[in-house]
């Protein structure tokens, strides 16, 4: 089973600032990631799919990087609108989901 | 408009049984694979089943696998999930979801509570 690592579990950050998360494999999976986006209540949400491609009608701020085991999720200038827990997953073999990511405001 | 909404969540003993509902408008569901995702109170998601258009793909979680059972009705455009044996650990908000191992999980239903307790 492919396991999925993210970093950190809660972050602490104000509107503006520069927002990165970290989400590692635990063997390759190409660019077979998503970063969902999910708010108290909700269903989580599509932002980022095969790593690096936002989601249509995803605001430009969020963007993704990475391939084979690390991945990055960042929020350029973090909006009131981004607090929030954001959650990676591959779809490599079969699905596997991180632990989340939760971010609050500072 | 894309829409899925479960439904059949409810509060059931220890070692019980239940079905869960998906019904899905606004797209060609005979088309898409379709999965089971739960999320246990406070908790993370956890992927629970697969089930490709055709049903001829079925997959689940070890966590549930010989317990549930996922299956669909493309002419009601609809997705199931029985679960029988049920336990505390069961207990979660199940969503279901579009996906497969080519695309990533869209659209998501907005969930249905499960609470397994006696």
């Known amino acids: 089973d492919i396991q999925m690592t993210q970093s950190p579990s809660t972050l602490s950050a104000s509107v503006g600032d520069r927002v990165t998360i970290t989400c590692r494999a635990s063997?390759?999976?190409?660019?077979?990631l998503a970063w969902y986006q999910q708010k108290p209540g909700k269903a989580p949400k599509l932002l980022i799919y095969?790593?690096?491609s936002l989601e249509s009608g995803v605001p430009s701020r969020f963007s993704g990087s990475g391939s084979g085991t690390e991945f990055t999720l960042t929020i350029s200038s973090l909006q009131p609108d981004d607090f929030a827990t954001y959650y990676c997953?591959?779809?490599?073999?079969?699905?596997?989901f991180g632990q989340g990511t939760k971010v609050e405001i500072k | 408009e894309v829409q899925l909404v479960e439904s059949g969540g409810v509060l059931v003993q220890p070692g019980g049984s239940l079905r869960l509902s998906c019904a899905a408008s606004?797209?060609?569901?005979?088309?898409?694979?379709m999965n089971w995702v739960r999320q246990a109170p406070g908790k993370g998601l956890e992927w629970v089943s697969y089930?490709?258009?055709?049903?001829?793909?079925?997959y689940y979680a070890d966590s549930v696998k010989g317990r549930f059972t996922i299956s669909r009705d493309n002419a009601k455009n609809s997705l199931y999930l029985q679960m029988n044996s049920l336990r505390a650990e069961d207990t979660a908000v199940y969503y279901c979801?579009?996906?497969?191992?080519?695309?990533?999980?869209?659209?998501w239903g907005q969930g249905t509570l499960v609470t397994v307790s006696s």
């Open positions: 979801a579009s996906g497969s191992g080519s695309f990533p999980f869209d659209p």
């Open positions: 606004g797209f060609t569901f005979s088309t898409y694979s």
């Open positions: 089930i490709s258009s055709s049903s001829s793909n079925i």
């Open positions: 063997q390759s999976i190409s660019s077979w």
């Open positions: 095969k790593a690096s």
């Open positions: 997953q591959q779809y490599y073999n079969y699905w596997t």
